[in-house]
């Protein structure tokens, strides 16, 4: 049984250094982590702009829902 902890340790410990080593996506990974926080910053700062927007875009579409309906 101890054979065995050891044997997946040793593995768990190789494949860690493996993945913190590997450099093959490390620029896609940072360019996709700069984007997301870039894309969460202007949604915090636009944040009434975009509300106000989306509320005037679903009003707009219930009033056209409820004229096409009527008609």
Do not use: C, P
């Amino acid at each position: 049984m101890l054979q065995k902890l050891d044997s997946l340790w040793f593995m768990a410990k190789y494949k860690m250094h493996a993945f913190l080593t590997d450099e093959d996506g490390d620029v896609n990974i940072v360019s996709m982590v700069v984007l997301i926080g870039i894309a969460v910053l202007l949604a915090i700062v636009f944040r009434d702009a975009i509300k106000s927007l989306i509320t005037s875009l679903l009003k707009t579409i219930e009033k056209n829902a409820t004229d096409a309906v009527n008609n």
